[in-house]
């Protein structure tokens, strides 16, 4: 099963993106409209929209900030206690904004009228709540199908990963045992990272891992094709503390060998670039184009399209992958976010 980026197991995160805010100020200013021009009410109906849109805007927005500030907590919950809390949060609020609006805006200074204004604001806030934690449970099962949709497909687009690298390294391995012992022992432990990368199907790994897997990779193909093969690494000394989806960057080296350097008599130089900015991370695999690509076998190499695939997902279409071939240089870059705002 793949183990993708989790979203917090919070039933109103919905509430946190801009969509979420944007809907809520809307909804809230349409329950202010109805009750400020509902019928036989006196005074002028303008300004009491005014105030009355006032208070309950203060308090559904003091509300939802403190419900984010509280989410790291509330995630750890089961749904009873975030909707207990969803609620409690949202009366309290109602009662502080109440107490205040009866000095500053209504000057209520008898108790039974001030008890009376705080518990009608109290019924009105509690039904708008009713009404946000209907949507949003909606909204919460819909999306949690959604990602497990896109989990499953995560699941089979990967498990395409691991037969082909898995199989020729496998005859590489065996090849070496007949030839060179410690090149065998050492081509079987690169082999046994591929595997454990190949079993982490969709999870995320630093990105130091990733490119010490693709080393690994490299090497295990340097005893196959000899000095045919010649990468040419440009990455940063510091890498950034950042996480990306295991097998990212090694399936491009791959597909740049198995397009780049075994149609090739000669070989080819492979080039590696990793440039980082403030927001993204730009992954570039080149390698030259051969004559003729009629030597490659059939579902040789990666398939560009499933790697696309995968960061789409993965990425939730925030990713970027583009393909030129150009002046006889095939390059492949890749633009990912180094932050997930909407992951699953």
């Keep these: 099963m793949s183990k993708v980026p989790q979203s917090d197991a919070l039933l109103f995160s919905a509430l946190f993106n801009d969509r979420g805010v944007l809907a809520s100020l809307v909804v809230t200013q349409v329950i202010a409209i109805v009750l400020a021009f509902a019928p ?3 005074g002028d109906v303008w300004l009491r929209l005014g105030v009355i849109s006032l208070f309950l805007h203060l308090t559904v927005l003091f509300s939802s900030s403190s419900l984010y500030f509280c989410r790291f907590f509330l995630q750890k919950k089961n749904q009873p206690i975030q909707i207990t809390s969803f609620f409690t949060v949202f009366i309290l609020s109602t009662i502080v904004f109440s107490f205040l609006y009866s000095y500053i805006a209504f000057d209520i200074r008898a108790d039974e009228q001030l008890l009376y204004f705080i518990l009608r604001n109290c019924i009105i806030v509690f039904l708008l709540a009713a009404l946000f934690v209907q949507f949003l449970l909606i909204y919460f099962e819909k999306e949690q199908q959604t990602k497990a949709l896109s989990r499953a497909e995560l699941d089979a687009l990967q498990a395409r990963i691991r037969p082909h690298f898995l199989y020729n390294s496998l005859n590489t391995a065996a090849e070496l045992t007949h030839q060179d012992a410690n090149a065998a022992e050492q081509a079987i432990l690169a082999l046994a990272a591929l595997s454990q990368a190949a079993m982490r199907s ?3 790994v630093p990105l130091e891992d990733e490119i010490a897997l693709s080393k690994q990779y490299v090497s295990l193909e340097s005893w196959r094709f000899g000095s045919r093969l010649k990468v040419d690494w440009q990455i940063p000394n510091e890498l ?3 996480a990306i989806p295991c097998l990212t960057l090694q399936p491009l080296i791959e597909n740049a ?3 780049g350097v075994e149609t090739s008599e000669v070989g080819a130089i492979i080039k590696v670039e990793l440039h980082v900015t403030t927001g993204y991370l730009t992954i570039i695999v080149s390698n030259p184009v051969t004559a ?14 499933n790697i696309r695939q995968r960061l789409n997902i993965y990425y939730d279409n925030k990713a970027q992958l583009t393909i030129t071939n150009k002046n006889d240089v095939f390059r492949v870059k890749v633009v990912i976010p180094k932050y997930i705002e909407n992951t699953f």
């Design 40 to 42: 036989n009410v006196e």
């Design 202 to 204: 969709g999870q995320s």
């Design 240 to 242: 950034p503390t950042l």
């Design 257 to 259: 060998v198995c397009h």
């Design 292 to 305: 003729s690509d009629a030597k490659t076998r059939p579902n040789n190499g990666m398939a560009l399209e």
